[in-house]
């Protein structure tokens, strides 16, 4: 079970990419997030079940027997698992170069693990446990190549360089980038951006702001760290590395309104999506019920006002919520829109209550999901 769990998070970590246009990214790396704790339960009861039978083992664990080779790769696999789950949760605090190598270790894991289990493991002669093993060391296989052949493509591909930074409130700006022509996103979805900075750790997602229509690629972003300052201190022509796009927090292609709620720095997706939607002359209705602390902390206000028609109609909440009685007052009929929801989360949470309350069904609430 332990080695069953462990080779799925690693294949599924190696093919999220893949697998981001049917669940979404975000959703594929918190359910590894969660999965990496009942994988932790089983690799750990396994060495400490043999401890509670036999002392003996204890010395084993500290001193590996390198006269049983089987045994010897279990127990530093162990190490290995351990290493990399305390990299995990001090991810932000490691340099990207040091992560990508304790993720190498990943496959060193995964093998180590597999000899381990083949050659010690009291059931490998089982021929279920023998096809499953083999069925999970083919999909291991395919999901190092295909990792591996999309880094290569990325390292290989275009370049991205800061063409703009543009202040947009006291504490949010605009990071515009020059948009190479092979670039292509859907309106609503995220990067995961990457600064040639010393000590600026990991990479960070952030929503893009532009319509896949615009010439740029815009970034709004709310200046809340060491990278985002870094950001904002940006040089025109300097590189940034950018990963994707990934997400689906996309409007489906489908006759229904839409309702856009957002409260803050939430609100980038929907300038994607609105803009994108008045480019493409799209024939739906768009409600916009944006909360912000206050008139100033708006962001991009001048953009929205000046998107002109019947069919956008935006409302600013300035220091209140977006209750249910304030979208039954703007939306007649909620059962005629697919519902967005992007925001601080208590804020998403009480608004998808309001909604259900309202009569809006499940499918048609979409909420996006912070992760990072």
């Not at 992560?99 to 060193?108: A, D, G, P, R």
């Not at 944006?290 to 002109?308: A, F, N, P, R, V």
Request: hydrophobic share 45%; aromatic share 16%; proline share 3%.
């Amino acid at each position: 079970m332990g080695f069953t769990c462990l080779s799925f998070l690693i294949i599924s970590g190696d093919t999220a990419r893949f697998f981001d246009k049917y669940f979404g990214l975000d959703k594929i790396i918190k359910f590894q997030r969660k999965f990496s704790l009942f994988t932790a339960t089983f690799l750990i009861l396994h060495p400490l079940f043999f401890i509670l039978s036999d002392s003996l083992f204890a010395k084993y664990l500290i001193f590996p027997d390198f006269t049983l080779p089987p045994l010897a790769l279990g127990i530093i696999s162990f190490y290995i698992f351990i290493t990399v789950m305390a990299a995990s949760l001090a991810y932000k605090r490691i340099s990207n170069t040091v992560w990508q190598y304790i993720h190498i270790l990943t496959y060193v894991l995964f093998f180590f693990s597999l000899y381990h289990a083949v050659n010690w493991g009291s059931d490998s002669s089982s021929i279920f446990i023998k096809s499953l093993y083999s069925v999970l060391f083919i999909c291991a296989l395919c999901g190092i190549v295909f990792r591996t052949q999309y880094k290569i493509r990325k390292y290989y591909s275009d370049k991205f360089y800061v063409k703009k930074i543009k202040c947009e409130t006291g504490d949010t700006f605009s990071l515009i980038l020059s948009r190479p022509k092979n670039f292509s996103f859907k309106a609503g979805q995220f990067c995961f951006l990457r600064l040639n900075k010393k000590r600026l750790y990991a990479r960070h997602p952030f929503t893009i702001s532009s319509a896949p229509g615009q010439q740029d690629l815009r970034f709004t972003i709310k200046n809340t760290g060491r990278f985002t300052e870094a950001a904002i201190n940006l040089k025109l022509g300097d590189e940034v590395v950018v990963e994707g796009p990934f997400g689906i927090f996309t409007p489906k292609d489908s006759a229904k309104n839409l309702l856009l709620i957002a409260g803050g720095v939430g609100i980038t997706p929907f300038l994607s999506i609105i803009k994108n939607l008045q480019l493409e002359n799209k024939k739906i209705d768009v409600i916009l019920l944006y909360g912000s602390k206050t008139k100033e902390d708006i962001i991009c206000k001048k953009e929205l006002d000046d998107i002109k028609g019947d069919w956008f109609k935006k409302v600013y909440v300035i220091n209140g919520h977006i209750t249910e009685s304030l979208i039954k007052k703007h939306v007649k009929d909620i059962t005629g829109f697919s519902c967005y929801i992007c925001g601080p989360e208590p804020m998403k949470k009480t608004v998808k209550k309001a909604l259900h309350n309202l009569g809006a069904k499940k499918r048609d609430i979409i909420i996006e999901d912070f992760f990072w």
